[in-house]
Every structure is written in C-alpha cells, then in structure tokens.
C-alpha cells in the first residue's frame, strides 16, 4: 500500500513538471505578450483577452507573480535584470518596474518575475552637489 501511494506520488509530480508546468509556461507567456501590446496601444480588446488569460490561469491554481512598482526585492520570486541608480537608500532593491509577470503553483515557482531594481549609489548625491557648486 505505501508503495502504491508513493507511485501515485510521483506519478502526479512527473504530471506536475513535464505537462502541465510547460502549458502553463506557455499560456504565461501568451498573457505576458498580451500584456505587452496592451500597453502599446490600450486596446480593449488586448485588455478583455489578457483578463481571460489570467482567468484561464488562476483556474489552473496558479498564482500571477506581479510586484508593484516600489515593492521590495523577493529573490524567490523576482528575478532582477537591471538596475536603476538612485541617490535615495530607501529605494535599495526595490522594483523600480516589471519587465514579465511570474507565475507559481503549488507553492512552487514556475516562472519569476522579471523586473529592474533600484540601486542606492552614493555617488549621485555628490555628483549632484558638485554640480550644484558649480553652477554658483
């Protein structure tokens, strides 16, 4: 008995991994691509079909990975690709903007967010006061 529930075990891991996370890379990337001419040109019919995609996808338990702009870093959740430069520590490692929408499942990550963090550089406070002694 504990052999066959572990097999069963497996066997919905093996369909968790190798059919059903690849679909939902897929219709992931469908709504991110969607997403993304949405916000080229503000169609509404862009917009009704991204709302059925993400629709589609929460009915298959997935959860969208979307950080706001100025959430903090979730390095299990967020992969950063670029950084911003910003004179202010507050900002540090926070999203300055999403370039893609993550999805998880199960507790697991199947695809991360990726997005542009802020980076706090000192140096922008003492390039802008020395330009502003300059300027008097």
Known sequence: ????????????????????????????LLYNSIGQVAKGNG??????????TRQLIEAQ????????VGESLEPKEHRPVKNVDTSSKDFDRK??????????RNGRVIEH?????????????????EHDEAAN
């Open 113 to 129: 967010a990726v997005v542009e963090i802020f980076k706090y550089n000192p140096n922008l406070n003492k390039a802008k006061g």
């Open 43 to 52: 169609n509404g019919i862009c917009k009704g079909l991204r709302e059925q």
């Open 1 to 28: 008995e504990r052999v066959a529930e572990e097999s069963g075990r497996l066997s919905e891991d093996f369909i968790d991994r190798y059919i059903k996370e690849p679909a939902i890379k897929d219709l992931g």
């Open 61 to 68: 338990g997935v959860r969208i990975i979307e950080p706001g």
């Open 95 to 104: 999203i300055a903007s999403v370039f893609k929408s993550g999805f998880a």
